[in-house]
Nanobody, 124 residues
């Protein structure tokens, strides 16, 4: 079965760092773009970052540019999200999902196979 499982969240102090991982199984991993999304209480789910299946091109929401870095290891069927300089507004449940390409990832267009998210809490 197609599964994408996000993990690595936890409590981080503002200004700190955390690395999330997305472990994929049940499909040909390197055929798909992988996106990171997050949802905070009372907010809509939003796209955070995406990495393409072809050349590894990375895309970021304006709110995280310069602070977050996405990468993928196709041999390990894993995508990472390195989060630096965390802010309280980054607190959310983070999810990963697959799509045919990264275009439109910010709003989740064309992405599916949502897995269980991981909670990131940022204290001030």
């Amino acid at each position: 079965e197609v599964q994408l499982q996000a993990f690595g969240g936890g409590l981080v102090q503002a200004g700190g760092s955390r690395r999330l991982s997305c472990a994929a199984s049940g499909f040909t991993f390197d055929d798909y773009a992988i996106g990171w999304f997050r949802q905070a209480p009372g907010k809509e789910r939003e796209g955070v970052s995406c990495i393409s299946s072809s050349d590894g091109s990375a895309y970021y929401a304006d709110s995280v540019k310069g602070r977050f870095t996405i990468s993928r290891n196709n041999g390990l069927n894993t995508v990472y999200l390195q989060m630096n300089s965390l802010k309280p507004e980054d607190a959310a449940v983070y999810y990963c999902a697959r799509g045919p390409y990264c275009a439109g990832y910010v709003h989740g267009g064309e992405f599916g196979s949502w897995g269980r998210g991981t909670q990131v809490t940022v204290s001030s």
